[in-house]
């Protein structure tokens, strides 16, 4: 029996968006990872005990709501602090409030330390096939 | 406190209010006698109920944006700019989103940062932090009137305080601001906390200030059938009603297929009469909300327009009272005042040049109609029957039971077990119709249905389909179809 | 020559071809028999007619827009952009208006004039000017069936030289290009004309290449009714067909009354029909074309897409196979093409959204449809008896008797007697019937429309209500209401 | 009685736009003018010779279609010629091709000799004020 890749998965913040959450586990889960879903209002320490816990490979984070830009901040090093600094770390979502250039946004969440930063109405196809490239290139899982 | 559906007594009031108010500093500036007289003193075209009960004798719909921002001198901004360049007739405040979390520090934060950052870090005006004297600042800068639109689970110390400040209206309910925007609050919690809140608005009417109620009408915005949301949408009224509240308005978010959206509007007008005369609630005026399309939007500005304009014409043709406009930024992020102005005034091009159309009660409409009383009497009566002739302890169980269910909910006190999709002429119907009580004969509408346009799509009805029906208007479709078709 | 509706032979033809194509130099360039083998090997992806009819078939709505500049190349650019920003599925080429008063020198002017200052300062695209050549470099460089869209009292020379070029589509006739487009050409003549231009179709035809054509439905674009636009149409359809032209599209401007619309596209299929029936013209396809609103916009974008919206939306829901889409630019000048995408990315998504849903043939329709029918049939018959047997000679006396009649125009040839208004809920009804050959009911139908509407607002039908109807949706509503109601 | 004044309408150059010109000419006569409607498709020396023969006080230009920039070029300087280089111009509708900035658009027209330039969707009664303005402070017509 194959061990799938784990992965996290959440809407962070006060943010209670669950319709693309729970599209998204749909599809990861069909593409034949194990999803750890957190669900909406998901505090940064609970992605972070999640991850430790099942030993994941990724952190997908959304935020749709507008306030992305205070809720992701930290995460980064907060997952340093306690020891997986180097896991995958994707953000997508409505990331800031109002409609906004997306290579600033982009800019701005690479910035704070996030591997992928996707635009709003990103499709699930997209954000599987990126997981499993950057997971084959950094050797969690073969081609 | 247990929950009952009765309304409650001025000590069991008192009692809570006292540690409410305590929540957060700005409560200390609630007095509730001096609240009452300056609410005696807005003048009529600033009061949301008089307005309202003007446009339903009038047959007019109304038009109302959403828009709220960190700063108050912004927000008046906003809503002037509204008012002014968007020709809106009724004018919100929406909270921001940690406001609704009770998480006051973070709005405090988020006010900080903003005023740094020369532009709102929050999605809506923070108006408990900003406490009553903020609130007037803005109440007293308008001229149209105000509602506070929210999507609070424990909203009483927002209550408090908005309409200490002036608001004329609120938005809200126990079950429908619960399921759609919290995780792991319990029904329980939340409606015995939205009775304290439909309990003030009682409260001032008692006192001769005339406040209007809306439960949220479209929840979680995707695909909800109309039968779930009037029976909801209604209980709800009921539960404001035993409170004391006397002027509501039910809401319903447009599913985008033209007769079930005008049966919609009469079904709700009809069921909501027959309930609230048949439960004893004859002085309250009742009135309806039609929700421009609340799923996901196409991202191009240009087919946002259409939605809107089509939402329009919808909530135009079915003769509901008010309209909540969407805005060509939709799928993108909150509007600019100027986005938010162009969704308003093509909404109100699109209302005028159709109000002087009244829609055929065609036999499809009737049909329609029909079909959603029957479920919504089936699903109401259960909910009934398990409270033991309390609505209350019966919207509790009914969650738990699965009689009431939201799709695509976030909350922990739903099961999730309905599944929705469009049927092959775009209405929303059932795939799977998971413990509902309803008949036999309704059961098998909707099988019918699907599989009906499983039979065109050559294909089984699957998650996939629902799927593809969540994506289809985003995408440029209504019915999600596979590619080929 | 003498008018009569009657095919010319190939003599009369070849006789009046030899002057026309030496009207200008690139008259030399057309060359019939090389002509044909070019369509011949056009594929069917870019053949008009072939779309025309799949979509009819699936029960589509195909949309097209309207544009044209000076040069080739932007020429060329701009619909490409059409097709690929704004989805099109069918393409025009719209003639500037020198060309339509055949003033070549102008136009050559116009070209110089754009090439000078990087601009088109031409509403159109001069294609005599650019000859054979320069058509077919544009319709070889386009993926879409290519329509030329005008206005053009006497386009035979236009009509050599486009069709010579490749184009798969000709819109116009001898009534509906020349009452809203000049002023003092005679009808006789340009009936005459127009025979010439549809004969050549014909000769296409009895080559192997169908070419659509498609008389000018939406007339000034300005409260014609119904029934003188169908009436128009149906001879102008009849005429054509005489001549040869086997695949006809028949047009419709809105109105704005949802019933009055779908009515409008219903009753023209039927009678269009029925009368090619009749006189035996069986081997015609016939489609139909909505116009979205014809008469003045608002000038706010957000404004005019609410009209555009709504446009498709009947286009849609009347299931005519295509749609001539308007652009947020329309009150103000022609459009960018970014604005025209916009138009039609609009109207697109409101189509999708609303093929699924059929609308349901109600009572208030079928009145309608009857109403409709009852007046053109009148109408029509009046002329075939006018003219002994003969639409052609029947719709020039027809004209002069005001039995034809179209409001606004600005021809000589006109009565102007008729006074369109609409009724109280904001159907196209006639105020004054002028010399119309209505029955006793038909006139008083009218006449109680108009005073039920009268009476709600509180004053006497006059032209000022006409005046305030021209202005109504232009100011954001369908019906003029004097500013108290 | 009370002699009218006289002004010139019509629609200039291959134009056929006819609405807004049946509802000036009904505006402009129901307010006391003596209107020579010229209608539409109106050749500059049309406009000046009706001018000359009746006498007007004003000429009245519209264009709607997008060829007002060639087509309005040199009445002014035709006016001049014939002996009416004084007389009041006025030109109005969609005047240049496509959506443009109106302050441009006016001063184009002003350079060209006209005396007020209205911008699309003009009502008639600011066109009959404003007639009634420069007339009367023209000694033409008393207030
Ligand atoms: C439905 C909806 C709601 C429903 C949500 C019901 C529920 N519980 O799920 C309701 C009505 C309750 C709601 C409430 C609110 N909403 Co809302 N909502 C929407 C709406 C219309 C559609 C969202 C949706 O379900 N889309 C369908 C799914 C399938 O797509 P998705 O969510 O975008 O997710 C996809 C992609 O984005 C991507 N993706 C998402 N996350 C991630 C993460 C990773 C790592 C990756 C790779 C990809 C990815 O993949 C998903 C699947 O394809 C959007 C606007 C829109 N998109 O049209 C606004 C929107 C998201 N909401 C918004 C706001 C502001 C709110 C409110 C604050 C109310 C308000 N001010 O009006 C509250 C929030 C309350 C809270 N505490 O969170 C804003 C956010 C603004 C911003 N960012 O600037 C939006 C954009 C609307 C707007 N323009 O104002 N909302
Ligand atoms: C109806 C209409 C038509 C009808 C006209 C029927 C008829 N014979 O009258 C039809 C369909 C035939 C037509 C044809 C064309 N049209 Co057309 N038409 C319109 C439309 C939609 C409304 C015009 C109208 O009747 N308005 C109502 C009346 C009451 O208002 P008005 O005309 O604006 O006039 C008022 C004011 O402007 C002002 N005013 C006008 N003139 C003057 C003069 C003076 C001195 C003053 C003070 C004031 C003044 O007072 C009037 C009364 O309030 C306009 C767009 C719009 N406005 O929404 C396009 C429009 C004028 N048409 C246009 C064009 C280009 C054409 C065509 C070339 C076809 C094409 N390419 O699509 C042909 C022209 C053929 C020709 N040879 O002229 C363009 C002009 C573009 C530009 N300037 O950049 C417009 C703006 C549409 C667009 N955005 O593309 N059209």
Known sequence: MENKVKVILGVIGADCHAVGNKILNHAITAAGFEVANLGVLVPQEEFVNAAIE????????????????????????????????????????????????????????IDMGYDKVYAPGTLPDQVINDLKNDLVKRGLMSE | ?????????????????????????????????????????????????????????????????????????????????????????????????????NQYKEAENGIEESKRAGR????????????????????????????????????????????????????????????????????????????????????????????????????TGTLVPPSMSHAIGIIEGLLAAEQGVKNITLGYGQCGNLIQDVAA??????????????????????????????????????????????GAAAAALSKATKVIVKTPHEALGIPTKEANAQGLRATKQAINMLRDQPFPITKEVEQEIAIIKAETRCILDKVFELGKGDYAIGSVRSFEAGVLDVPFAPSNYTLNKILPARDNIGAVRLFDTGNLPFTKELIDFHKEKMEERAKVEGRKASFQMVIDDIYAISKGRLVGRPNSK
Chains 1, 4 share one sequence.
Request: net charge negative.
């Open chain 2, 1 to 101: 406190m247990e929950l009952k559906n009765k309304k409650w007594t001025h000590d069991e009031f008192g009692a809570v209010r006292e540690e409410i108010l305590k929540q957060w500093p700005t409560g200390a500036e609630v007095d509730f006698e001096e609240a009452v007289k300056y609410h005696e003193n807005i003048p009529a075209k600033r009061q949301f109920a008089k307005r309202l009960i003007k446009a339903k004798k009038n047959g007019e719909t109304l038009t109302q944006p959403r828009a709220g921002v960190a700063l108050i001198n912004e927000h008046i901004n906003l809503l002037n700019f509204l008012r002014n360049e968007g020709e809106a007739d009724l004018l919100p405040t929406t909270i921001d989103s940690y406001t609704r979390q």
């Open chain 1, 54 to 109: 099942t030993n994941a490979k990724a952190i997908l984070v959304a935020s749709l709501y507008g306030h992305g830009e205070i809720d992701c901040r930290g995460l980064r090093e907060r997952c340093r602090e306690t020891g997986i600094g180097d896991i995958l770390l994707y953000v997508g979502g409505n990331l800031v409030v109002g409609k906004t250039d997306f290579a600033e946004v982009e800019k701005k969440f």
């Open chain 2, 120 to 219: 709102s870090l929050l999605n809506g005006f923070p108006a408990v932090n900003h406490g009553v004297k903020g609130v007037r600042q803005v109440v007293e800068s308008v001229e149209a009137p105000l509602q506070v639109r929210h999507g609070t689970p424990d909203a009483r110390l927002l209550t408090e305080i908005t309409l200490a400040g002036g608001f004329t209206s609120y938005e809200g309910g126990g079950i429908s601001y619960n399921i759609p925007y919290a995780k792991s609050v319990s029904l329980e919690r939340t409606i015995l906390d939205w009775q304290y809140a439909d309990r003030l608005v009682g409260l001032y009417a008692e006192h001769g200030i005339e406040i209007n109620g809306e439960p949220f009408g479209p929840l």
């Open chain 2, 265 to 310: 509007i009469k079904a709700l007008e009809q069921l909501a009469e027959e309930y609230f005369a048949k439960h004893g609630y004859n002085d309250c005026v009742l009135t309806t909300v039609f929700h421009q399309w609340m799923g996901g939007f196409p991202q191009d500005e240009a087919k946002a327009f259409a939605v809107i304009s089509w």
